[in-house]
């Protein structure tokens, strides 16, 4: 079983509508959770941390769900540049042990 | 965050050669790693690149086959050696700016590795 689980998508997504997608984690050690942007043939790029309380920026809201192991990620109002993959990222409390899910691909449609 | 750049940005090699990754951050990091993303697929520890000491190795990672240096803070290089089609992969760098393991990782552009 692999440790960091995705839904690999593609989500189709009409310009303006909301789309929502969760990760599952299989150590229950886990200690840090984030979410990358990775466009085609690009780097990752943080989008967000993922805060036990869950938080917000603009319109991406991430949630942590500790007692089911898993985090989501949710995109309103959603843009064209919103079209990428989006890769879970979680970390126990080892240095550098940032597990990577294969990642969620979201297509923004106009 | 820290700034960093690799060198090559990409490359064709023939099977049997060797490549040299580099990556400079512009300001000191405490850890710096490296990280294979095969086609399609998520991305992959290699190692962690220690300054002044060798690097530490993930499982299925030798230091024969992708022997790493760390001579300072803001430097590191990746080997890829007696390549195979199969290490055809981009390799990204990333770092660490602080001194807790759960912060963040920044990544390099990458390097992307097409091996005949």
């Known amino acids: 079983r692999k440790e960091v689980e995705q839904d690999p998508g593609p989500f189709n997504v009409p310009e303006g509508a909301t789309v929502a997608f969760n990760c599952t984690y299989s150590?229950?050690?886990?200690?840090?959770f984030f979410w990358y942007r990775q466009d085609c043939r690009k780097e990752p790029k943080l989008l967000m941390s993922?805060?036990?309380s869950g938080n917000e920026d603009g319109r991406f809201t991430a949630q942590l769900n500790r007692a089911s192991q898993y985090i989501s990620l949710l995109i309103r109002d959603s843009k064209l540049s919103d079209s990428a993959t989006y890769l879970c990222?979680?970390?126990?409390?080892?240095?550098?042990?940032?597990?990577f899910g294969a990642g969620t691909q979201v297509v923004v449609t106009p | 965050s820290a700034v960093i750049s690799q060198k090559p940005s990409r490359d064709i090699c023939q099977r049997g050669t060797s490549l040299t990754i580099q990556c400079q951050v512009d300001?000191?990091?405490?850890?710096m790693f490296w990280y294979r993303q095969q086609p399609g697929q998520s991305l992959t520890l290699i190692a962690t690149?220690?300054?002044?000491?060798?690097?530490?190795?993930e499982s299925g990672f030798v230091i024969d086959k992708f022997p790493i240096s760390r001579p300072n803070l803001t430097f590191s290089t990746l080997t890829v050696s007696n390549m195979s089609p199969e290490d055809s992969s981009i390799y990204l760098c990333?770092?660490?700016?602080?001194?807790?393991?759960?912060?963040?990782?920044?990544f390099g552009p990458g390097t992307r590795l097409t091996v005949l």
């Open positions: 990333s770092v660490q700016d602080r001194e807790s393991p759960t912060d963040t990782q920044y």
């Open positions: 150590n229950s050690a886990s200690q840090s």
């Open positions: 993922v805060y036990s």
């Open positions: 990222v979680v970390n126990t409390d080892s240095w550098g042990k940032f597990q």
């Open positions: 300001s000191q990091v405490t850890m």
């Open positions: 690149a220690n300054q002044g000491s060798e690097a530490t190795y």
